[in-house]
């Protein structure tokens, strides 16, 4: 029990994910990731999440750019308040606030293979957006995903010792996630991974839809 404590505290004081705008970086793999969230919003600029429980979606596009350097299945990331280096570390080139959902869907469109089929993540329990953001754009990057990727991001607190609140945030977003998946299936087959607790998001939303005749969410899914 005291290792299990002093490793929850360690867990608790190491660095997180954050989001470094480095506009016009280009020395690596640039992915565009599209997000979806019902988080509340840190800042005004409708790309910057807090782990708290909102009552709307918002909709963004974050341009990511993957390092030269980088090895499958790693984030690299700088060292806790390092200046941040395109050429060796996960930051964004771009950032891109949709006002509605339909400008969203239309964003979606126009990327490549975008009328057709859609990759969606949904991260799981003791994850931040940028952690979400940075994994996707990773997996994009490592299986060369050739359709557009959207993150579903849910308010996780992102703290290993929040695991009841991340529980009650899964329920809180349930209408979130079958309303992003709703209208994404209209046009298009939809590609569902999820991992940890989002699998639990998902499975729920999935078995609960709300009236007859709504679209099937996806044609394939993965935990």
Known sequence: MLLFVAMLALAACAPRGVLHLVRGADEGDVRQIFVASNRVLKHDNGVQFSGRRGTRLYFSRLDVSVPPVHRDGRIERPAPEAAPDPARHFVLSG??????????LAGVAKAPGGAEEVFVYVHGYNTNNAEATYR???????????????????PSGGDPRGYVYDRDSVIHSRDALEE?????????????????????????????????GTPPFCTRSAA
């Open 136 to 154: 996707l754009a990773q997996m994009a990057h490592d299986f060369d995903a050739e359709v557009p990727v959207v993150s579903f991001s849910w």
């Open 95 to 104: 950032a891109y606030a949709f006002p509605t959902l339909a400008d969203f």
């Open 180 to 212: 992003l998946l709703v209208a994404l299936t209209r046009h298009r087959k939809v590609y569902l991974v999820a991992h940890s607790m989002g699998s639990q998001l998902v499975m729920e939303t999935r078995g609960r839809s709300r009236s007859p």
